[in-house]
């Protein structure tokens, strides 16, 4: 089975700074995809970024972006420029691809995130 | 915004009774997973619909069941709710073999179980 470990349960960070999250992951698949997911206090789980197992590249959008460490199972969040509306849960996630389609996500114990002005 | 709608937003329920919440997915998504959050933890997967027929389902007991409705709607229910029932839910829809593996998740409803 497949565990994601996020070993901050609290980080904070001042506005307009740099800020990264941590994540390890375990598996024995090859081929799988990792999310970054931000829970708002509004409780709505919004997508932040995916990274397919496949693509050495490091995904990004915008603000955020990701350093993914596939030999190690590492899979960080960076956001820069944080902005106070960046504070949240954070939850790393873990999905393996199958014939059949979606499959269920695997998630950490996520981040709690405070922005700081 | 995900499209995605649930309800209620809270309720509370004694031990024991039974419970229906319920979801909306985005319009065209063939799929809706329901995911159990307790207070500090990550969601855990309860279960799975695809085209109206359960598709996978995580490490919880019978008395968590499920509909899904040929309008994308869904509910989750539960029987003989215990204390530990206490969490969040979230739904959450997808398009099976989408290729994109994306997941849009409901705002929660809030369950108390006294």
């Known amino acids: 089975a497949q565990t994601v470990t996020q070993s901050q349960p609290e980080m904070s960070v001042q506005e307009a700074e740099t800020v990264t999250l941590s994540c390890t992951y375990d598996?024995?698949?090859?081929?799988?995809?990792l999310f970054w997911y931000k829970q708002p206090p509004s409780r709505q789980m919004i997508l932040v970024i995916r990274?397919?197992?496949?693509?050495?590249q490091n995904a990004t959008e915008n603000r955020f972006s990701v350093n993914f460490q596939k030999a190690a199972k590492s899979f960080s969040l960076k956001i820069s420029d944080s902005q106070l509306g960046d504070t949240a849960m954070y939850f790393c996630?873990?999905?393996?691809?199958?014939?059949?389609?979606?499959?269920?996500?695997?998630f950490g114990k996520g981040t709690r995130l405070s922005v700081i002005a | 915004e995900t499209g995605v709608t649930q309800s209620p937003t809270h309720l509370i329920k004694t031990r024991g009774q039974q419970v229906t919440l319920r979801c909306s997915s985005q319009?065209?998504?063939?799929?809706v997973s329901w995911y159990q959050q307790a207070l500090g933890q990550g969601p855990q997967f309860i279960f799975q619909?695809?085209?109206?027929?359960?598709?996978g389902r995580g490490n919880f007991p019978p008395r968590f069941s499920g509909l899904q409705f040929p309008n994308y709607s869904s509910e989750l229910n539960v029987n003989a709710l215990e204390l530990d029932d206490s969490a969040l839910y979230l739904c959450?829809?997808?398009?099976?073999?989408?290729?994109?593996?994306?997941?849009?998740f409901g705002p929660g409803t809030r369950l108390t179980v006294t």
């Open positions: 959450a829809s997808s398009l099976k073999l989408s290729g994109t593996y994306e997941q849009y």
């Open positions: 598996t024995s698949e090859n081929n799988y995809y």
């Open positions: 990274q397919e197992a496949y693509k050495q």
């Open positions: 996630a873990f999905m393996k691809p199958s014939v059949s389609g979606n499959t269920p996500l695997v």
């Open positions: 319009s065209g998504h063939n799929t």
């Open positions: 619909y695809y085209r109206e027929e359960e598709n």
